[in-house]
């Protein structure tokens, strides 16, 4: 079964949105994420993907595991930090990198953030629908 493991800094919102996703598009894949560090799952994040009919509202937000990340296919890291700061792959590990700004960081009014979070959800939303539809590439 291919394995993918989706990074971002906190494993707070990129990555649990990309993991969502992929856990819908990419059925027949081991799917996780994880962060350099640990934020805590977003409310916002979970909310944007209940609008979706995804529920992540059980995920937990964690740091990545080397074990799991050496016996990936596909690593994706979804910001510069995680590209940066991730630890060093196998040569038989395909890597890929998203740069999607981080909706946590959003200011503004109430509406506003949302419109950051639902912008970056629909850009990780297509990205991983691409990904399944090259399912077969990796």
Not at 28 to 53: F, T
Not at 111 to 124: E, K
Request: with cysteine; net charge negative.
């Amino acid at each position: 079964m291919p394995q993918v493991y989706f990074l971002c800094t906190g494993n707070s919102c990129r990555s649990q949105m990309a993991e969502g996703f992929a856990h819908q598009y990419l059925p027949k894949w081991r799917v996780d994420s994880a962060g350099i560090e640990v934020h805590g799952l977003n409310p916002r994040a979970v909310q944007v993907m209940a609008e979706r009919d995804i529920d992540i509202s059980h995920a937990v937000s964690k740091r990545i595991d080397l074990a799991y990340l050496q016996q990936c296919d596909l690593v994706v890291t979804l910001c510069g930090d995680a590209r940066d700061r991730c630890p060093r792959l196998p040569a038989s590990v395909k890597h890929e990198h998203w740069d999607f700004i981080d909706p946590a960081q959003a200011t503004g009014t109430d509406d506003q953030i949302m419109a950051i979070f639902r912008n970056v959800r629909d850009g990780i939303d297509q990205r991983v629908r691409q990904l399944a539809s090259h399912e077969t590439a990796i």
